[in-house]
């Protein structure tokens, strides 16, 4: 079994460029003259997740499930290019904007997770992972 020829990194460029519009991030353009393996490699691990084409995931969902990990991450570019791919795939606006809402949640619940020995500590009760030190 042979390993398909990666793309130049030109080529990665103008694939991102097709798929992402004005959208496109700065840094593909960067890395291109920087560091062409890092942007091939980025591209190719992207080909093996949200750009999966055998993926059972429809590619508006896939992009819709990667603005919400990039908004968990705080990287707006990302969102921001992969809203605009799910729009591409089928995505109405409200479906955005729910993904947003969600997005929204899970960070403030992690904040309450991230808070959990705080809390306790303010209502004077030990939590379960304290209890098993």
Partial sequence: MSNPTPPTPDQVLAMMTQKMGETLP????????????????????????????????????????????????????????????ARQAGATAEEVLDTVRIARHLAAAGTLDAATPLLADLGGKSTSSEQTR
């Fill in 26 to 85: 700065a840094w593909p353009q960067l890395l291109r003259d920087l560091a062409p393996d890092l942007l091939v490699g980025t591209a190719m691990n992207s080909a093996g997740s949200v750009g999966r084409e055998a993926s059972p995931i429809p590619a508006k969902y896939r992009s819709l499930i990667a603005v919400a990990a990039a908004l968990g991450r705080g990287q707006a570019s990302c969102a921001r290019s992969q809203a605009y791919m």
